[in-house]
């Protein structure tokens, strides 16, 4: 199985937070790969400066360390907007989903405003 975690799926996994369950982590740790997308460090970047989230070291640092695989925006990602139904309205959950519809990964997530795009996703 290939995954792509979401943000805050990443940032749970990076804390050792408990709202990511044992099984899920299982599955991540089992999986053939896994993701994180420059999307996450985007997001996740913005609210570190708006002081709604504490980020201890450098995204990519942390990726790095964390035996994780990078995924970039493509411009394929990108264009896979035009087919996205409006059901989510988050620019950086919107372009997950297109990252991994065009990658044919599973994401890890509890948005379940995910279901409606029929998407393959481990709910977290």
């Known amino acids: 199985m290939r995954l792509l975690l979401d943000t805050h799926a990443y940032i749970w996994w990076q804390a050792d937070d408990a709202r990511l369950g044992p099984a899920t982590r299982r599955l991540i740790t089992q999986a053939e790969r896994a993701f994180i997308s420059i999307v996450s460090a985007w997001k996740a970047t913005i609210k570190a400066s708006l002081d709604r989230l504490t980020i201890p070291e450098p995204f990519e640092t ?63």
Do not use: N
Not at 91 to 120: H, K, N
């Open 62 to 124: 942390s990726i790095d360390a964390s035996g994780f695989e990078k995924l970039d925006l493509t411009f394929r990602h990108v264009e896979e907007l035009r087919a996205l139904p409006r059901h989510h309205q988050d620019p950086f959950d919107r372009m997950l989903i297109c990252q991994a519809r065009v990658e044919g990964l599973t994401l890890v997530s509890q948005d379940r405003r995910f279901a409606p795009y029929g998407l393959s996703v481990i709910w977290a």
